[in-house]
């Protein structure tokens, strides 16, 4: 068991966009999206990354490990419960997320108006005061037009 009071913790996702589906990121239904993500779970890039965030800051592997995209039982998965589980796993170890900071690159739609529901929902799933959560949005400048792709950070604490 480690001694470390803090830990950092990082992960990264990316879905392919295809139209007709529904993209959902950090929880929150994207509006006029031209395409969602292509994906076994609801495709959450932004909660993936997150889930993966936390799972590394304690070296406990990748969502991959826990949630299978060949087991029947996690299609159309609502990622919240990936989260969940993540979280789960890093309080039985003794740690809770201080803060965390979270990228998402998409090209269309623009996300502005999304962050402060994003923010909010993300920072109920990790348990923390909105103000810890922090939420960024780049496009790829079109060289990826029809992918999203999120990168997370976490700073786990002790107690
Ligand atoms: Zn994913």
Redesign the pocket.
Known sequence: MSALPYRIGYGE???RLEAGRTLVLGGVPVPHAPAG?V?H?D???AL?ALADALLSGLALGDIGQYFPDTAAEWQGLDSAVILARALELVRARGYRPANAALVVTLDRPKLGPLRAAMAQRMAELLQLPETEMGVSFKTSEGLAPDHVQARATVLLVAG
């Open positions: 996702d990316a879905h993500a994906a779970s495709g959450d890039a993936h």
